[in-house]
């Protein structure tokens, strides 16, 4: 089943109209019907509004194969946090500043906060040391992560799954499988190519 006709079952599912569902979502009504007739899709925000209004997870919003009956019930760790199927536990630290937007941050488990003081700009960094149990998180923090000069150029978050180490830039995922040189090399040479020094690249492990 579609996202387009996830949305329409669940908008009746739940009673509301598409003037109401389009003030939930801050669009227009016109937004909402082209959602629902698969002309346009959701930004990342809104499908982070759509999964916690109707109780189900990014997962099942964007797979075709997951139908709505395979829907985890919501609880709370940011506002709008999704209790899924622990298929894979992300782990890293975030830059709050190399991110559009706040929205992403409900779907993190935030362990610790740090400020650093930086020689660039900003001059201080607010440091998210943080968990997520959202499958699609690579993609989502794509989305939202910083490509402007006037902000600092391209910024990325790197974070870990088991024995895979993730380095996402806006639109463009990399990984690798830990303890492959030859792996991380290549991702390596992709960091340079979106211009990352070398002593950015020692990333833990």
Known sequence: ????????????????SQEQLAEICNVSRQCISKWEADIALPNVDKLLVLSNLFQVSIDVLLKDELELDGAKEVHTC??????????????????????????????????????WRTEGTPKYWTVIYFTSIISEFPNLISKVIIANEAKGGNWFVDFKSRN?????????????????????????????????PEDQMHWSE
């Open 1 to 16: 089943m579609k996202l387009s006709e996830k949305i329409h079952l669940l908008r009746k599912k739940h009673s509301f």
């Open 164 to 196: 895979t180490k993730y380095i996402v830039f806006r639109d463009k995922v990399l990984h690798y499988t830990i303890g492959n040189h030859t792996e991380k090399q290549k991702v390596c040479e992709e960091c340079k190519k979106m211009g990352i």
């Open 78 to 115: 940011g506002n709008h946090a999704v209790q899924q199927e622990k298929t894979g536990l992300y782990e890293g630290i975030l830059i709050k500043e190399s991110i559009e937007g706040e929205g992403i941050l409900d779907y993190l488990t935030i362990n610790k906060v740090e400020i």
